[in-house]
T-cell receptor
Framework: DVKVTQSSRYLVKRTGEKVFLECVQD?????MFWYRQDPGLGLRLIYFSYDVKMKEKGDIPEGYSVSREKKERFSLILESASTNQTSMYLCASSPSGAGEWELPDTQYFGPGTRLTVL | SQKIEQNSEALNIQEGKTATLTCNYTNYSPAYLQWYRQDPGRGPVFLLL?????KEKRKERLKVTFDTTLKQSLFHITASQPADSATYLCALDLFSGGYNKLIFGAGTRLAVHP
């Protein structure tokens, strides 16, 4: 069974704090993704990675950075948290290889981290 | 720009009936479409994938159709049960910047009443 775990289910931080959200997958997937989910807006892609040490900006990367030092771990960093970053953060992984000619496979999601920035 | 629309209103149906959820898209030609289920406070779980050259796909009580002319997918749950109550998301692939990504709709909440 594919398992994607996230470091915290709930997190409360103050404005200006640096926040780390960790994601780990145990199925040797090449691809990993960070989304945020807000009511009425659906899932929006923040950053993704198709390989170790590789990262690509998604649709809403501003205010975020990522790190992928190991294949199984993908971290999302909020350099200076702001109230508009209060959201549900979802990590996902998928097993397909990198390459523009390959269709990505289905994505496996973690349970999510509900982040509140006060 | 690309747009995916799912009915934002919750769908309420009686147990045993067929639930039908709609996913419409514009300015898009996806190679495939996926449906996910999401329970409150949890991450989405993959249900079905249908490719552009497939008209219909089935899995147990689930059926998905994909009409590339209408730019629409329908997701059916037959003989619905209260346990089917959840939010259902559709997702389409987008090739951009050299990579394929998934674009998700906002989801439709389904409530099945006993």
């Amino acid at each position: 069974d594919v398992k994607v775990t996230q470091s915290s289910r709930y997190l409360v931080k103050r404005t200006g704090e640096k926040v780390f959200l960790e994601c780990v997958q145990d199925m040797d997937h090449e691809n990993m993704f960070w989304y945020r989910q807000d009511p009425g807006l659906g899932l929006r892609l923040i950053y993704f990675s198709y390989d170790v040490k590789m990262k690509e900006k998604g649709d809403i990367p501003e205010g975020y950075s990522v790190s992928r030092e190991k294949k199984e771990r993908f971290s999302l960093i909020l350099e200076s948290a702001s109230t508009n970053q209060t959201s549900m953060y979802l990590c996902a992984s998928s097993p397909s290889g990198a390459g523009e000619w390959e269709l990505p496979d289905t994505q496996y999601f973690g349970p999510g981290t509900r982040l509140t920035v006060l | 720009s690309q747009k995916i629309e799912q009915n934002s209103e919750a769908l309420n149906i009686q147990e045993g009936k067929t639930a039908t959820l709609t996913c419409n898209y514009t300015n898009y030609s996806p190679a495939y479409l996926q449906w996910y289920r999401q329970d409150p406070g949890r991450g989405p779980v993959f249900l079905l994938l249908i490719r552009e050259n497939e008209k219909e796909k089935r899995k147990e009580r689930l059926k998905v159709t994909f009409d590339t002319t209408l730019k629409q997918s329908l997701f059916h749950i037959t003989a619905s049960q209260p346990a089917d109550s959840a939010t259902y998301l559709c997702a389409l692939d987008l090739f951009s910047g050299g990579y394929n990504k998934l674009i998700f709709g906002a989801g439709t909440r389904l409530a099945v009443h006993p």
